[in-house]
C-alpha cells in the first residue's frame, strides 16, 4: 500500500502551539522532509521525536519531489514541514502536494498555526471575505501596482512583510488605500507579541518614532468603510431553505439556519425566499 504524505503545521513562535497529533505523526513517519533540517531538529530535539529528516526547499524542490514520490509510492509514510506555521502557505510544497495528488495518494493535512489566519482572528477586522496575498514585491513600482489592483477587492487584505521594508509598504498604503484601517500584527505567539491597530500612517509614525523595527509581522488592511458587501446569491439561499425544509426543519428553522451560514440577517433571507 503506499503511504501517504502528512502536511504538518509547526509553531510560529512558541512551542506549546505543537499539537499532540503532529508530534504523533512525525514520530511515527519515516522521513520527515524540511524547509531547514538544522531550523526543525531543533523542534524535533525539543519532543524527543528521533525520525530521519531530509531538506526540500524552494531550491531543490523540482529535485527532490520525484525522490519523494518514489518513497510514498514504495509505501513509506512521509510529513513535509517548513520552518515555521503552515507549509505552502508562503512557504514550500506545492509541488510535492499536487504531484502526490496526481499519483493518487493520500494528501492528509495536521492542522496548526497560521501567522495569517492568528492575526486574522484577533485583528478585529472583518473576517469574510479576506483575501490573503503572501508577500508583497520587495520592489516599490510592482508593489503599488498590486496594492492598486487589491484595493479595488474591498475586502480584508493579509500580508506577510519583512522589517527592513515595513515603512515603505505603510508609505505606499498611505498613498493606495488611504483612511483604510490597518492592523499591524508582530511576535505573535512570543514574548513580544502586540497588535498596532490605526491607519498607515498612524502606525508608521509609530514605528519612525521608535527608530528601529524588528520581528516577523502579519500586516492586514480592512474593507474601506461602506465597503458593499458581495450581494447574496438569490438562488442558492432558496436552494438551501428547501434543502432544509425537504430534511424536515420547518420553515422558519431553515431560514434562521441560511441566515446564520451567510451571515445575513433572518429578515433579508426571509424576504428572499418569500420573494420568488
Ligand atoms: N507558513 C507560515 C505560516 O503559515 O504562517 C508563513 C511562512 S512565511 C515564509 C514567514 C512570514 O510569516 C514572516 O516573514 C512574517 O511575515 C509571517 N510570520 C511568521 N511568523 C510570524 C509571527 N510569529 N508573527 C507575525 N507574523 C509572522
Redesign the pocket.
Known sequence: MPGILYVV?TP??NLEDMSYRAVRILTEVELIACEDTRQTRKLLEHYGIRTATVSYHEHNEARRTPELLDRLLGGASLALV?D????L???PGFLLVRAAIEQGLRVVPIPG????IA?LAASGLPTEPFYFAGFLPAKPTPRRRVLEQLASLGCTLVF???PHRIRDTLADLEAVLAGRPVVL??????MHEEFLRGTASSIRAELEARGTVKG???LLIGPPAGAPQSPPDVASIRERVRELERAGLTRMEAIKAVARAEGLPKREVYRIVESR
Request: proline fraction near 7%.
Open positions: 503545521a510560529i513562535g517548513s515555521a506555521g503552515m507549509p502557505v508562503s512557504d498555526p497560521s501567522a495569517a492575526a506577510y512583510e519583512a500584527a508582530r511576535e505573535l505567539t512570543k516577523e509581522m502579519t
